[in-house]
Structures are given as structure tokens and as C-alpha cells.
């Protein structure tokens, strides 16, 4: 039999560990533009290293709102959390570690990890905005794991090794509807121009 519940906090946990690596790629969408990250550069390759579509304010913006949002979302849990129970549940690692150290790294993590896939797209001759499916869907989450899981353990054991590999497995399955349903939603917006 199933714990549902349990499977239910088991997403909702996951979810909302992710929030803050998940709204930086689509605040960077909107904010971005100006000046390529790679100032123009070209590999030896002859392409772009990473190309116009990772600018530095877009990295800016969209890090800033991810460090924004778990701002938000820490006060919002803390005031609501009865004695601390529902912190505990939503913000189960985070012990001493603050928001601001917590939502730069998974905010930061999540665009580099994006940035990183943008440069082996343009070594294997992909032009900007070109399709990679799995490669643009997994990139930030990689890129948020990498950068939290090293640099804030106490958060990131807390948050995805207290049922793990359950919480892992959510954010495999969540990411790629999730980053579908947003990009189709930005280019119906104009925002983007592919829906992918
Ligand atoms: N963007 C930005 N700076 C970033 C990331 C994104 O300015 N660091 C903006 C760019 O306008 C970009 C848009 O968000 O075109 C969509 O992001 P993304 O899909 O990640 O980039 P692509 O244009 O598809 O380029 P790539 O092929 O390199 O992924
Ligand atoms: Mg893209």
C-alpha cells in the first residue's frame, strides 16, 4: 500500500527546494539582453563560446530574483510555521544557513548550469535557441545541485536526503513539465522565440 501523504510532502518538499534555481532561468528570460556574457568571443571552433543568449543581465536578474523569492518564501514559512513545524518540514536543512547564501547558490547554480550547457551546445554546432531537449531541461537543475550540494550540504542533505532518492526522483519528473508549460507560456508572451 502506498503512503499518499507521504508521497504528497514528498513532492511538495522537493518543489519547493527548487523554487528559487526554478524561477531563475525564466527571470532571466525576462531580464536579460545587453551585453553577451562572452563579450562577442569566439572558441577556436570559430563559434561563440556561449553565445547572445546568455547576457550578463539576464545572469544578474535572474539571480537576484531567485535570491528574491527565497527571501519571500523563508519570512512567509517562518511567520506561518506553528512552533516552527512547518519550517521544519519546508526548510528541513537549512539549520543556520541563510536565505540570502541559499537562494544565490541555487539561483547562481541554476544559470551556470544553463550558461555550461550553452557552451557544449555551441561546440556541437547548435546555434542559439536551437533545439537540445534533455540538455535544456536538466541543465539548471544539475547546475543548482552542483553548486548548493558542495557549497550549502546542511541545506541540500536536509532538503533532498530526508526521503531520498524519493525528492530526486520528483525534481527528474517535475523538472521537464514544469520548464515545458514556461517556455511555451514565454513565447506565447513574445518573450521567447521558440517555445522550447
Ligand atoms: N537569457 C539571458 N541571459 C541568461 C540566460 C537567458 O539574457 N544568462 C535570455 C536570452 O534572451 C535568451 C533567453 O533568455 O535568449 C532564453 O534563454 P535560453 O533558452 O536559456 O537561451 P537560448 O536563447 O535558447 O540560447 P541557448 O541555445 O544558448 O540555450
Ligand atoms: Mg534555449
Redesign the pocket.
Known amino acids: 500500500m502506498v503512503d499518499l501523504v507521504g508521497a504528497l510532502l514528498v513532492i511538495v518538499q522537493a518543489i519547493f527546494a527548487m523554487l528559487p534555481a526554478y524561477v531563475a532561468?525564466p527571470m532571466?528570460?525576462?531580464?536579460?539582453?545587453?551585453p553577451?556574457?562572452d563579450g562577442g568571443r569566439v572558441w577556436r571552433d570559430g563559434r561563440r563560446v556561449?553565445?547572445?543568449?546568455?547576457?550578463?543581465?539576464?545572469?544578474l536578474?535572474?539571480t537576484v530574483a531567485g535570491m528574491a523569492l527565497c527571501g519571500i518564501l523563508s519570512v512567509a514559512v517562518r511567520a506561518a510555521g506553528a512552533e516552527g513545524s512547518l519550517t521544519d518540514f519546508l526548510m528541513p536543512g537549512w539549520g543556520g544557513l541563510s536565505w540570502v547564501y541559499v537562494g544565490f547558490l541555487l539561483a547562481f547554480g541554476a544559470?551556470f548550469g544553463?550558461?555550461v550547457?550553452?557552451f557544449f551546445?555551441?561546440r556541437l554546432g547548435?546555434?542559439?535557441?536551437?533545439k537540445?531537449p534533455v540538455m535544456?531541461m536538466y541543465?539548471f537543475v544539475l547546475g543548482a545541485f552542483l553548486w548548493a550540494g558542495v557549497l550549502a550540504w546542511p541545506w541540500f542533505s536536509g532538503a533532498f536526503h530526508l526521503w531520498a532518492p524519493w525528492h530526486v526522483l520528483v525534481v527528474v519528473v517535475v523538472t521537464p513539465l514544469l520548464h515545458r508549460s514556461v517556455?511555451i507560456i514565454?513565447y506565447k508572451m513574445g518573450?521567447?522565440?521558440?517555445p522550447?
Not at 191 to 194: G, L, Q, R, S
Open positions: 532561468n532571466a528570460v525576462l531580464t536579460g539582453g545587453g553577451p556574457i556561449l553565445g547572445d543568449g546568455k547576457t550578463w543581465r539576464g545572469l536578474g535572474g544559470l544553463d550558461s550547457k550553452s551546445k555551441r547548435r546555434d542559439r535557441g536551437a537540445a535544456d541543465d517556455n514565454g518573450k521567447k522565440e521558440v522550447w
